[in-house]
């Protein structure tokens, strides 16, 4: 059985599984989505392991790739790169809630889940559609895929990583790590602009005719390891599956009761990754989706308009300070089941930098917020500020005895208003993303804990480590003994001839 995808903006741009993989973006600026979304009954998956669950996810969704490869694929990527032997472990926290640990990859955030896939994923796209040109993974980061990509893809033959991320908008450790690499086919720029900056200059490199035939003439193609690409979104869809059944096994819910995610959102990428997994059966309930203070996808949930027409704020989570998510692409197509009107949509978010949800008919005009979030039935959207932020870190800490940092933070703060706004019997269980390791924000989470902060990032760790009882994280180690790389700085306009110039190493 085959499975295809096709463009948000066009349901006859039709590619296949690898194909999908290896464009990254539809040529149309679409992104690429699967023609039928596969239902399966999860309650027979609940003895496998996260290895085995990842096979099932690929070959459902990339079942051109074949099973030895996607066995082999697997392995590769997740046999022995992550800390804990569960993969992706689930911590209880107090009140019927937990805490899903994304963060015991290389780079110690949840991106690592994917990233650590996706290089495997894309050599075997490329064996099957017999491609024999080198890859140039072009990525914008808000700090954490970017050097995920870079250790995903780090002295891999036949690729290079070229990452752009916002100069003053990523934490000390973030752009430590990204200037810290011991491979020549990894590089990171320091833009000069914010991430919204970042992703639409990827995003108009991609649609660059001039740079792709360059490129082409040499023998070299530009995919993006964003989570635009649906190479990124599958392999997130596990450890949902692997969460909900460690619940049920530890006693904490039956199997089909439902269970509410609150996810710590961005680009959106995870958050549809939970969706994607509801609408194939797993007994999810309300997927939470939970922002920081640049709160533009709260302000569409509650209201059906999409406005990105504001300052970008920067604040203690910067993997989440993002006005443009790219991810609700694929979740309006979904929703409102036309290619049509997403790009009707998508092209007045480019011209006016804001859409407006359209209602079933114009004849709903009187629609009052409540029916505009109707349509979205099954989602929380809530933002948490930087005070609410700061507050339960250090409740988590008192309540809980574990430091979380600054992104898990706004996921259970939104998930904590959420319990109290729904009127539920309190019998509801709800599990929290944990996408970082307090380790990558140490500045914020001893800040949170009213504790001093030392100057040197390795004072801070040892500080954290101290107050966490938790030992240093093994990569952060590493990087003390590493020399980084001054970063270096770039403008927006000159992101092209970067590429050039970087592609002559690829
Ligand atoms: C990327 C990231 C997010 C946001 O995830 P999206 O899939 O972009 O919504 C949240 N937290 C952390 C730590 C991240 O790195």
């Known amino acids: ?63 051109s790739l074949g099973k030895e490869r996607i066995a082999q694929i697997v392995k590769n990527a997740y046999g022995d790169r992550f800390r804990d032997p569960d993969v992706c472990p689930v911590r209880l926290l107090s009140d ?27 050599r075997a796209a490329q064996e099957v559609v017999g491609d024999q040109e080198r890859v140039l993974i072009l990525t914008a980061t808000s700090g954490d895929t970017g050097k995920a990509a870079m250790e995903g893809f780090s002295g891999v033959p036949g690729f290079g990583v070229l990452v752009f991320y916002p100069a003053d908008g990523v934490s000390d450790a973030q752009e430590r ?45 530009l995919s993006s390891a964003n989570s635009i690409n649906i190479g990124r979104l599958v ?31 961005g680009n959106f990428g995870d958050l549809l990754a939970g969706y994607y997994v509801k609408r194939m059966g797993l007994p999810l309930g309300t997927l939470v989706v939970a922002s920081n203070s640049n709160h533009v996808l709260s302000d569409f949930g509650k209201t059906g308009v999409y406005d990105s027409n ?40 480019q011209k006016d930098r804001r859409f407006v949800l359209p209602t079933k008919e114009q004849s709903r005009k009187k629609q009052t917020e409540d029916s ?14 930087e005070e609410e932020v700061f ?11 574990i430091v979380i940092d600054p992104h898990t933070a706004c996921g259970v703060a939104v998930y904590d208003t959420y319990r109290r706004e729904s009127e539920g019997d309190g019998s509801s ?12 924000f140490t500045k914020t989470v001893l800040s949170a804990l009213d504790r001093e902060v030392p100057k040197t990032l390795e004072e801070q760790w040892m500080a954290l480590s101290q107050i966490s009882g938790t030992s240093i994280p093994a990569p952060f180690l590493h990087l003390a003994e590493c020399k980084a790389r001054q970063p270096q700085r770039i403008r927006l306009c000159d992101a092209a001839d970067a590429v050039l110039s970087f592609s002559k190493g690829v």
């Not at 919204?196 to 490129?215: E, H, N």
């Open 235 to 265: 392999p997130q869809m596990i450890y949902y599956i692997t969460a909900y059944h460690a619940l049920v096994k530890k006693g904490e819910m039956a199997y089909g009761d439902l269970l509410d995610v609150s996810v710590p959102t």
């Open 96 to 122: 019927r809630r937990a805490l899903l640990e994304l963060w015991h990859g290389p780079t110690l955030a949840f991106k690592d889940v994917a990233l650590s896939a996706l290089p495997y994923l894309m």
């Open 310 to 349: 504001r300052p970008l704020v920067l604040t203690t989570s910067p993997s989440m300070d993002i006005l443009v998510s790219s991810n609700l692409e694929r979740f309006l197509y979904h929703e409102l089941g036309s290619a049509e009107t997403v790009k009707g949509l998508m092209e007045a978010l």
């Open 429 to 440: 269980y709800g599990l929290i993303l944990s996408t970082a390791s307090p380790y990558k």
């Open 177 to 221: 790590q990204m200037c810290t690499t011991e491979a020549d086919n990894v590089f990171a720029y320091a833009v000069e602009g914010d991430f919204d900056d970042c992703q639409r200059a990827v995003k108009s490199l991609f649609q660059d005719a001039a740079l792709s035939k360059t490129l082409k003439s040499s023998g070299i193609r």
């Open 372 to 385: 505009v979030s109707q349509e979205m039935a099954g989602l929380y959207w809530e933002f948490a500020n």
């Open 391 to 401: 507050r339960t870190i250090a409740e988590t800490k008192k309540r809980d005895h």
């Open 1 to 63: 059985m085959g499975m295809n995808y096709h463009s948000t903006r066009n349901e006859s741009l039709v590619v296949s599984d690898a194909q999908a993989i290896l464009q990254g973006l539809a040529p149309d600026g679409g992104l690429f989505v699967p023609e039928t979304i596969p239902t399966c009954d999860f309650s027979s998956w609940q003895e496998l392991s996260f290895a085995d669950v990842a096979e099932r996810i690929f070959a459902l969704y990339f079942p």
